[in-house]
């Protein structure tokens, strides 16, 4: 009776483990033959120690594996696995799609192809930036035309004529 206890209990640290340190499967195997092996172990010396034994084990196995997937997000590891909600106020949100929208009408110049998208420098910044469907080469001049959905939409900009170019 001891060792059938034993195995079940060993049986849930197993699966509770492969919960906190993925073995790729090894932990939840180990798992799985632990809750056999006390399955069967029990049934060997009575038939209701088995019964009890598989009882156990199917009711324990859910509770084990809820109770770990609860506990693992406030572990320090778990905090680092899972992605949380944006650590942003609503201030700070507001303040960086202002200062995207303060760029609209600047000029710039794109360090990447935009096939639409890429990477430019305007105003001293490098930001993502997007055109209408137009393909942009590296090192073109592009006007900001406006910021849509979080997006800075350009064109590439055609130089004015100067007054000596008119002469």
């Known amino acids: 009776m001891i060792l059938v206890a034993f195995l079940l209990l060993l049986g849930f640290g197993l699966v509770a483990a492969e ?23 029990g049934f060997e010396e009575s038939s209701t120690l088995g019964w009890i034994a598989s009882v156990s084990a199917l009711a324990g196995l859910p509770i084990v594996v809820i109770f770990a997937f609860r506990i693992f997000p406030k572990t320090p590891m778990g905090r680092k696995m899972i992605i949380g909600g944006s650590s942003w106020s609503s201030e700070e949100r507001a303040a960086v799609q202002h200062s995207d929208e303060r760029l609209v009408g ?17 105003d001293g ?4 930036v997007v055109t209408r469907g137009e393909h942009v080469e590296a090192n073109v001049s592009i006007r900001v035309l406006q910021f849509e959905s979080n997006r800075l939409v350009v064109q590439e900009s055609i130089p004015e004529p100067t007054s000596e170019q008119n002469s």
Do not use: H, Y
């Not at 600047?106 to 096939?115: A, D, P, W, Y």
């Open 106 to 122: 600047q000029i710039g110049q794109t360090v990447s192809s935009l096939r639409p998208a890429g990477i430019a420098i305007i």
């Open 19 to 41: 919960v906190f340190f993925p073995s790729a499967g090894v932990l939840s195997v180990l798992a799985g033959l632990c809750l056999v092996a006390s399955i069967v172990f």
């Open 125 to 128: 910044e490098r930001v993502d």
